[in-house]
């Protein structure tokens, strides 16, 4: 399965622009990429999924290199609501078969 | 449409005493995953199913054992707690290969062992 590397937190103000980066060195071919967001005392919620280049839903968009061993979450001018956890996770062969979560990213967004 | 509905809510247990968690979804998906999450950590993986009748340990196994007998329905039990397995308790599914592989996720368990 490939690791995934995260920074543990990241501060921000609303209205700006937030980036997350994952690194996903030994992500294999057929591995897509995931992201989810948790809010305190609740199960995460899927954001977005990608396999290459760039994905954009309502919500966010999902950047991802030709060499896919990195992907970008950008949150478009974030407000207090988006402080939460982001977990990015590869997913083999896109089958869910081992949804496995690191520590993520503790987003803090501030007035 | 509920989703995952994961019961109880809470629940104290002392040490020693065994029970069973329940997860339920409603949406017809294929696989089904228990998780457990310590405070200020990222879920970890326990067992997980990839359809009726099948079950494969995850990240963290020990302790814990599961059953999918029913595929709206994955159980996760502990047969003898230990303080240890105080942890919130997250069930999720998925419908399974091809395309988006979205998890759904229950609203957590928390469980005390005393």
């Known amino acids: 399965l490939a690791k995934t590397t995260q920074p543990i937190s990241m501060d921000s103000y609303e209205g700006q622009e937030v980036n997350i980066t994952c690194s996903h060195n030994?992500?294999?071919?057929?591995?897509?990429i995931t992201w989810y967001q948790q809010f305190p005392s609740q199960g995460p919620r899927f954001i977005i999924q990608g396999y290459k280049t760039k994905v954009t839903n309502e919500v966010a968009s999902l950047f991802i290199p030709a060499d896919r061993k990195s992907s970008t979450l950008s949150l478009p001018r974030v407000s207090l609501s988006d402080t939460a956890v982001y977990y990015c996770l590869v997913d083999p062969n896109n089958a869910g078969n081992m949804l496995t979560f690191g520590g993520g990213t503790r987003l803090m967004v501030k007035p | 449409n509920a989703g995952v509905t994961q019961t109880p809510k809470f629940r104290v247990l002392k040490t020693g005493q065994s029970m069973t968690l329940l997860c339920a979804q409603d949406?017809?998906?294929?696989?089904m995953y228990w998780y457990r999450q310590d405070p200020g950590m990222g879920l970890r993986l326990i067992h997980y199913?990839?359809?009726?009748?099948?079950?494969a340990k995850g990240e963290v196994p020990d302790g814990y054992n599961v059953s999918r007998l029913k595929k709206q329905n994955f159980l996760l039990g502990l047969e003898s707690a230990a303080p240890s397995q105080t942890s919130v308790y997250f069930c999720a599914s998925t419908k399974g290969t091809g395309g988006l592989t979205e998890a759904f996720f229950g609203q957590g368990t928390r469980l005390t062992v005393v």
């Open positions: 199913s990839v359809g009726e009748g099948t079950t």
């Open positions: 949406m017809n998906h294929e696989y």
């Open positions: 030994n992500i294999a071919t057929n591995d897509y």
